[in-house]
DNA sequence: TTTAGCACTCAAGATTAGAGAGTGCTAAGT
DNA sequence: ACTTAGCACTCTCTAATCTTGAGTGCTAAA
């Protein structure tokens, strides 16, 4: 459960007494008397202060005190009583102490139960912010990977972090065209075109020279033979296939058409790092490196991917602090959103930050953006 | 004369006399009495030093001392001799002196002659590892850019720096095969392979719906007017299209056929960033701000390209802190190579690190790496 | 021309002191 | 029972001071 899915945001709110209890994690010292906590839910009173809390911490980057919040927000009661608060909240495991005379700091699970039920619809994007976001894909000739790119460097510069976008994906891709084209003697290329557009190129060793209109024919024969299958048809039909010669085309376009499901997962695009070094959390090199390292390889983020496309009607998932499950995103927060058309076509847009980072803006400019490219992508191919 | 080329290194070793002289530059405050720089030569000890004292410090990345230059090497004069020579080598400001009481690093000056006149073929690549490289590419089935993704990474890894490599990019791009693709009822995908191989895909909006056989008709038309045709010879053609409905996708071809020589401009495979962050120079986050910053958006490095594409018979192209060209190279040096076939198609493989680098090794990485590249290339299109 | 010797410089690390921020707790007030 | 004023206590952060040692530059002798 340590995963937020958010459908619709700020409302559901969790009433009281059935909420999900959370526990105390991380290796937090609670009370030194164990036994004394008492209090398992948040009053509202703590709510807002958690809430604040976070707010502060997340735009100012320092350790929250007492007093700098009743001042600041001018709260009806006194720093000695959010003071209490502050203890109770610690004791449960929302907040952290770097050391005793220092401010508050929401832990991992305090910034997941903002996430989840304290973060109003705040950080939204301004329908200025919007357009001018709009504007910028509309001005791209219809190019699919020229939207990726622009799309992983807008959502970097939206939401003041890292950027992931990874191409779109059939679910069930079916063959649109083949065609072959001789570029030397016995040497032919033989792209591959699916229904949702996505082009894949692969070269052939052909086993005897052959003209371009030899090419041809066995192109034409391949295409009324095959367009509209998916791949499990195409194998089928290309095991019957008559003529001996263009076995090995047969065989080498299967080659293709698997890779092109690998080649997929590896085509992701990435902006916006320079971002996240800016936060002050980087200013230790060891960290900067992690993240790099995170960022450039992008194993660790893209293994997510398959879940977040799989998880039906959730709009966005947030992993914060790599939930436990995932060890070199101890430090970072990921926002991964779906876009695509439904049963066709889909993609990832994420964001990566560090965990003290912009949850409100994040999600909604993962959203914004899923939601822009799903109507490209619906507009290019129904 | 900031750039250095080399064709056949470590052997003209410019004559004595002749050979061009280094004049003082960068900041460097030469000795108090400026008048007393009588040598502008460096003697053959001198050069023994300065080669030591690059080869000590590209390794150590500290400061090195007089002292310890005489034990490690076994000098056959005494650290006070070396002091003295290390004096004159400042002056002449191929070293400098962190402070008073450091040892020696070389500047940018310093690391421009070693690789000019000292640097002997060292660093090179064994045969081990290049059978190792090779071995990697061969697995790959002839991929254009899978391959050029593992060159990005091979380079990296073997010259422990950063690496990008561009896509080849053809002198004088001829076109080998047009594919009108119905992808909706007004929506075509035109798919353009030119003779370099490369593919560029385009959106078209049709006026009227077409179904795929009157698609595949104006692709053969096209075919048979315009294959074998450079641009210009196309753009001319395309001009007198006798068709007017047609008319559209002629100016929409011209369209893509211009934005895929922009495109290429942008296609560079990067890789390695983390290996330049694990150089100590890169403690401080400003700096390391910077150089992500350089290579993330790479706007400075790929202004390079064309001048390393043109320059004719130099293989390898080493940029040292800049050059005093580039202002965000300042700390940098980059390694650029050429590969390609000679007056079809080229593209560029380049190592970015910090300017205490290993050259030797970077620049046999880059010489192999295109070596291999291009013969690669050469088996795919003669 | 080389080199031993030595004074001089300066960064880096250790130590100390002081200030200030912020907490936790207690006891009084409501 | 909750709130709050008050205060002791803790711990970081900064500045100041000192010491150490590495390494140079220069001088004078070989």
Chains 1, 2 share one sequence.
Request: proline share 3%.
């Amino acid at each position: 459960m340590a995963t937020e899915e958010l459908e619709n945001r700020g409302e559901k709110r969790s009433s009281r007494k059935t909420g999900s209890r959370p526990r105390k994690s991380e290796g937090e010292l609670a009370s030194p008397v164990a036994g004394s906590d008492l209090s398992d839910q948040l009053s509202e009173r703590q709510r807002v202060i958690l809430r604040i809390i976070i707010q502060e911490f997340v735009t100012t980057a320092t350790p929250v005190s007492s007093e700098g919040l009743v001042n600041k927000y001018r709260l009806p009661y006194s720093s000695a009583t959010v003071r209490n608060e502050m203890a109770d909240l610690e004791r449960q495991g929302y907040i952290t102490h770097p050391h005793t005379s220092a401010g508050r700091v929401p832990s991992d699970l305090g910034y997941r139960y903002y996430v989840q039920n304290l973060m109003q619809r705040q950080g939204g994007l301004s329908t200025v912010e919007q357009h001018t976001i709009q504007h910028q894909f509309y001005q791209i000739h219809l190019e699919l990977n020229e939207w990726l790119r622009l799309a992983a460097s807008v959502t970097a510069r939206t939401a003041h972090n890292a950027a992931l976008v990874s191409a779109p994906r059939a679910y069930d891709s079916r063959l649109k065209h083949v065609q072959l084209i001789g570029v030397q003697e016995r040497w032919a290329l033989l792209v591959i075109v699916t229904q949702d557009g996505t082009i894949k190129e692969q070269m052939l060793a052909l086993d005897e020279p052959q003209t371009q209109d030899d090419l041809t024919t066995v192109s034409n024969r391949l295409n009324s033979l095959l367009t509209n299958l998916n791949w499990k048809q195409i194998e089928t039909r290309l095991r019957d296939w008559p003529e001996d010669p263009n076995k090995v085309v047969a065989g080498r376009m299967m080659e293709s058409l698997k890779a092109l499901d690998r080649a997929q997962d590896a085509q992701v695009y990435r902006d916006g790092l320079v971002n996240i070094l800016n936060q002050p959390e980087f200013s230790d090199i060891e960290r900067v490196r992690q993240v790099v390292q995170v960022i450039e390889n992008g194993q660790s983020i893209t293994n997510i991917f398959p879940e977040v496309l799989s998880n039906d009607g959730k709009a966005v998932q947030v992993i914060i602090g790599g939930d436990n499950r995932f060890e070199d995103l101890r430090m970072l927060s990921v926002v991964l959103g779906r876009y695509g058309i439904d049963g066709q076509v889909a993609g990832v847009v994420g964001i990566v930050g560090p965990t003290r980072m912009e949850y409100g803006r994040s999600i909604s400019t993962v959203q914004y953006i899923s939601q822009l490219l799903s109507g490209l992508i619906t507009e290019r191919h129904g």
